[in-house]
């Protein structure tokens, strides 16, 4: 099959589920203007005139898939509170009168990304959905996400399609998905993996002693990192990724791409550049045309710095073309005395006693 990278955009992403009230409210980050920066800026650079670029529509999704990975309590919920058109679902999520619609679209987009790749259409798909879904859990709104989006459309896959092969999934989002987590604890049949900021002097979940239970034992994996990680860092997850992987070998590696390590997120607090999510995703293409022919689906989670999100998404474009990738000149930072190069060996040091049970680590 010729080289074709799927783009699933839906403009109401750009346009509806707009939240109630300005910054610096947490929850009005999550916003349509996300969306919206990153269509712009495929416009300026001529994207989809890349014939190896196709757009991609969501799937529309009724109740009863939706159902498969939440209480119908709370998809009424979720219903009767974007018909009364304004409401607070907790701290961290707004509701408005598109909300239910946008949220279902969103399940939708990642399904059809995940279709498009299984049934050889594309390559690899991005589907660029919002709002967020990986801290939803099947009855609680979390952390901006009210659907969990990647959990409904592996649980689609199994239920509906008879998919029944292992699957990946990899949580690059700055923020422990702990929905996901929660969701395959027990399932062996789903590998978690999650690299996100961790507060070691507090604490925190999405630490490394949880491993899964039961017959999932082993398959739920945290490489937590510590605030102000850069470039220079972070790809040392991959010395503790790439054995477990290539021995799980999925049929399928879905990314949960959240982009808030960005250096300027608002949100996040490491220190990372486009240059990270280019590497990252050379990495995982590499890896995924050795493992599950190439079969890799991203799936946007959170990012909210409106100049760097864009770009952090081309970047991974450009990769999954395997394309060359020029870093813009407003991120020629030096980052070089935030090192946490001995903090990352302690933590690979004893994540690997952790997981030496369960896979043959060097």
């Not at 999550?30 to 670029?53: G, V």
């Not at 021995?247 to 949960?256: F, G, K, W």
Request: charged share 20%.
């Amino acid at each position: 099959m010729n080289k074709k990278i799927g783009i699933l955009i839906d403009y109401d992403f750009a346009n509806k589920h707009i939240p109630p009230y300005p910054h610096p409210v947490f929850f009005s980050y999550e916003s349509p203007r996300r969306i919206r920066a990153i269509l712009e800026y495929f416009k300026n650079i001529k994207l989809f005139d890349n014939n190896k670029i196709c757009k991609l529509n969501p799937k529309l999704v009724d109740e009863s898939i939706l159902h498969l990975a939440h209480s119908q309590y709370y998809i009424d919920t979720i219903k009767r509170l974007s018909k009364f058109g304004s409401s607070m679902l907790s701290e961290e999520v707004y509701i408005t009168q598109d909300t239910f619609l946008i949220a279902q679209k969103a399940v939708g987009g990642v399904i059809a990304s995940l279709e498009s790749v299984l049934n050889r259409e594309v390559s690899q798909s991005f589907a660029l959905v919002r709002p967020p879904g990986h801290h939803a859990l099947r009855e609680q709104s979390s952390g901006l996400c009210i659907f969990n989006n990647i959990a409904t459309s592996i649980y689609y896959l199994r239920e509906r399609m008879d998919y029944t092969k292992k699957i990946a999934i990899i949580d690059i989002d700055n923020h422990f998905g702990d929905g996901l987590a929660r969701y395959f604890y027990e399932d062996p049949s789903v590998l978690y993996f999650s690299v996100h900021e961790f507060d070691f002097l507090e604490g925190d979940i999405g630490f490394i002693t949880e491993l899964g239970a039961g017959e999932g034992l082993g398959t739920n994996i945290n490489f937590p990192i510590p605030i102000n990680t850069t470039d220079q860092n972070f790809m040392e997850f991959s010395e503790i990724l790439t054995p477990i992987i290539t021995q799980y070998s999925p049929d399928l590696i879905i990314i949960a791409a959240g982009f808030d390590m960005y250096f300027a997120d608002p949100i996040g607090n490491c220190l990372l550049t486009s240059k990270s999510y280019y590497e990252f995703t050379r990495y995982i293409l590499n890896l995924s045309e050795q493992i599950c022919d190439g079969k890799l689906v991203f799936a946007l989670e959170g990012g909210y710095s409106l100049i760097g999100l864009p770009v952090c998404v081309h970047a991974v474009l450009r990769a999954l073309l395997n394309e060359s990738f020029v870093q813009p000149q407003f991120e020629q930072f030096d980052f070089s005395d935030k090192s946490k190069k001995s903090e990352f060996l302690k933590i690979k040091k004893s994540l690997t006693k952790f997981l030496q049970k369960y896979w043959k680590l060097k």
